[in-house]
């Protein structure tokens, strides 16, 4: 009898457990729960310490995490020594730049431009094709026709620096994307505002000398960025196509649903990738792939590949560049 008692609690104390919202059973499934102040904004790479003090002029007076995150990002955009992102981003092998973003609120908007050319600022355009259009995704010719038809200027993308490195890769053409180039790559963006809602923005020039045509992981959402406001966010950062092959941020974001922290949602995606580049037999060391995720409760976390991938956080405690940890 007291046999049976016994069991019918431990059922009844599972069955509660699984009754509970994803983030509650999270919670309790997490070592230490604590919660974090918000606003919190993370961002990747270096040049994000200057996108997060961007973002954190909106987020620190109340503003909305999706205004935070579009603006902290065309920062960095709009920066042509940033060399991977935007305006003076590296072109692809014809010496044409060609941009990819994407952007998500706490409503699970969703817009995304692809393959985009002399526009200096796509993660805006991402933004008014979500409040704009039907759509949630436009590419190429079509989305700078739409651009140009929303009062966005066309500009020479194409920096006499980009340029010229471009001309130099000419003369050897090899076609061998190198892992953290010069230590700055896309730039990916989330955030949660003081109400605690989520945004995420990602935006880059693609991997440098890729082929023509070629649309990365950052303007797909699901796999360059992924929101959630029920359970957390999460943005990447390397080489896109492992990244688009497990659906990576939105991994990150329904390990979270499923109880891990921020941190282990990072390792676990880097870990899935990793089985399948050693599954693929392929040769490691010239793949790089970061994630950084954030949870409902402010808390954060950050995994990479291969040492050398780094995030900025800025919170109530200040904005902080930090070497994220590697699997290798
Ligand atoms: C892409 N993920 O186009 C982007 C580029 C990047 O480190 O982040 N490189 O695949």
Redesign the pocket.
């Known amino acids: 009898m007291s046999n049976r008692r016994n069991f019918l609690k431990k059922a009844g104390v599972f069955s509660a457990f699984f009754a509970l919202k994803p983030l509650e059973a999270a919670t309790l499934l997490q070592e230490k729960p604590r919660t974090v102040r918000k606003p919190v904004v993370l961002s990747t790479w270096s040049f994000g310490i200057a996108a997060n003090t961007g973002a954190w002029k909106i987020l620190s007076t109340g503003g909305r995490a999706l205004d935070a995150v579009e603006q902290g990002v065309r920062l960095v955009e709009d920066n042509p020594e940033e060399r991977?992102v935007g305006y003076g981003g590296r072109p692809d092998r014809d010496g044409r730049v060609t941009l990819?973003a994407c952007i998500m609120d706490e409503k699970a908007n969703i817009g995304s431009v692809a393959f985009l050319e002399h526009i200096k600022n796509p993660i805006s355009v991402a933004r008014a094709v979500m409040e704009k259009t039907p759509h949630v995704m436009l590419v190429g010719e079509g989305a700078l026709s739409f651009a140009l038809a929303q009062g966005f200027r066309k500009t020479n993308l194409l920096t006499e620096e980009s340029e010229k490195e471009w001309r130099e890769w000419l003369k050897k053409t090899d076609y061998r994307p190198p892992v953290n180039i010069e230590n700055h790559?896309?730039v990916g963006m989330i955030a949660i505002d003081s109400l605690g809602n989520l945004s995420g923005a990602c935006t880059?020039s693609?991997?440098a000398y890729k082929m023509h045509g070629r649309v990365?992981?950052?303007p797909i959402i699901g796999a360059?960025l992924f929101v959630d406001n029920e359970v957390g966010a999460a943005t990447?950062?390397?080489?896109?196509e492992e990244?688009i092959r497990t659906c990576g941020s939105h991994l990150v974001v329904e390990m979270m649903r499923n109880g891990f922290t921020p941190q282990k949602a990072c390792e676990e995606a880097v870990k899935r990738i990793h089985r399948n580049l050693v599954n693929q037999k392929r040769n490691i060391q010239d793949i790089?792939i970061g994630f950084i995720a954030l949870n409902k409760n402010g808390e954060s976390g950050a995994y990479c590949l291969q040492k050398g991938f780094n995030y900025a956080l800025h919170d109530q405690n200040g904005n902080t560049l930090i070497d994220a940890s590697a699997l290798i």
């Open positions: 991977s990819d790559d896309t880059t693609g991997l990365g992981d950052s360059g990447a950062t390397g080489h896109g990244v790089q």
